[in-house]
């Protein structure tokens, strides 16, 4: 197991590298994607802080939704963080995919947010 910890995390360190170099100031949309559900956060690095978070755990998005790991979740999850990342003043940010191919949930989400305002 240690090693696929390692590869994952070695993939995750690619595809932060790249997005901090490509960035120019902007914010960070993280995407995070367990067995049972998938976590987005906009993230200002230079001040390390978390501006919004949306998640399919939350009481409100779980309504609705058979399980919090389909596409479906997925979709509203990425609506839910751009209203929330665009109340905070945020439209432009950099995806960062956190390893993860962007393909099946991670794609919907993107796409989700894309749709809601964000800019990336």
Not at 47 to 73: C, F, H, Y
Not at 92 to 113: I, M, P, S, T
């Amino acid at each position: 197991m240690s090693k696929l910890n390692n590869r994952m995390e070695r993939r995750q360190g690619r595809v932060r590298g790249a997005l901090l170099r490509a960035a120019h100031g902007r914010k960070r949309l993280s995407v995070f994607r367990s067995s049972k559900h998938i976590y987005a956060q906009v993230i200002d690095d230079d001040a390390g802080k978390t501006l919004a978070a949306a998640s399919s755990a939350e009481k409100t998005t779980r309504q609705g939704l058979k399980t919090g790991a389909n596409i479906e979740a997925a979709k509203t999850v990425g609506k839910l963080i751009a209203q929330r990342a665009q109340e905070k003043g945020v439209k432009n940010v950099v995806f960062d995919r956190g390893g993860y191919l962007y393909h099946g949930r991670v794609k919907a989400l993107a796409e989700a947010a894309r749709e809601g305002g964000l800019n990336f």
